[in-house]
């Protein structure tokens, strides 16, 4: 079946505007993350989702992040005024209930550039 | 804190070897242990988990890991290496409060013909 979806795969930004990445999870996964990857350094979480509430926020960096899931599905994360440290590889991942030993699976992506 | 340490940035190893991508483990109770792999420009793909039960894990393209829980290590190897195994591995430990994933800084591995 289908996999974890994100969109777009590439964004270049100015510094200072805001920007919005989306996130398809694998059909019925009820638990949702967002990483964060720079380069050359391992994923760091950002966000987890059980349903469409935040289970788990602790990992963003600063309140110009955010992030939504209001229908459980799709989850959209937010940027406000970009800064050139926000550059990275973002990635999202799902997996069944978000319980025990889960296997979260993982998409390929969104590498955002600020300029 | 939990943690997880990957001590070698590089491993390089000639087609047909064998191979071991090391990891080591911080936690507090039983580990929920993880192996991925990326490639250039692609997401993270599962190789394998601990849970519980039998300390050698299979997953898959042949990849195996050995849980030590005296060594706290979760180390990857594979019998005979292929040139296709060249990626990047990244070793995580799950969080049990939150789900959340803890990874490693990765593991560059280089198979040369």
């Known amino acids: 079946g289908a996999g974890v979806s994100q969109t777009p795969s590439n964004k270049v930004t100015e510094k200072g505007k805001y920007v919005e990445l989306r996130c398809d999870p694998i059909?019925?996964?009820?638990?949702l993350y967002w990483y964060r990857q720079s380069l050359g350094q391992g994923p760091e979480f950002l966000i987890y989702?059980?349903?469409?509430?935040?289970?788990?926020d602790s990992g963003l960096p600063n309140d110009r992040f955010f992030a939504v899931r209001p229908e459980g599905s799709v989850s959209t994360l937010k940027i406000q005024r970009t800064e050139r440290g926000d550059s990275a590889v973002y990635l999202c991942?799902?997996?069944?209930?978000?319980?025990?030993?889960?296997?979260?699976?993982f998409g390929p992506g969104t590498r955002l550039l600020v300029l | 804190a939990q943690s997880v340490a990957q001590p070698e940035d590089q491993v390089n190893v000639a087609e047909g070897n064998p191979l071991t991508v090391k990891c080591t483990y911080s936690?507090?109770?039983?580990?929920?242990l993880f192996w991925y792999v990326q490639y250039p420009n692609r997401g993270l793909q599962f190789l394998l988990k601990y849970i519980t039960g039998d300390n050698l894990v299979k997953g898959s393209y042949g990849f195996e890991a050995e849980f030590n829980k005296s060594q706290t290590s979760f180390h990857l190897k594979k019998p005979s290496a292929l040139v296709s195994d060249s990626a990047l591995y990244f070793c995580a430990v799950r969080d049990r409060n939150t789900g959340k994933l803890i990874f490693g800084q990765g593991t560059t591995l280089q198979v040369k013909p």
């Open positions: 936690v507090s109770g039983n580990p929920y």
């Open positions: 989702f059980q349903g469409t509430g935040a289970a788990d």
């Open positions: 059909s019925g996964h009820t638990a």
């Open positions: 991942a799902s997996s069944l209930t978000g319980l025990g030993g889960e296997t979260q699976y």
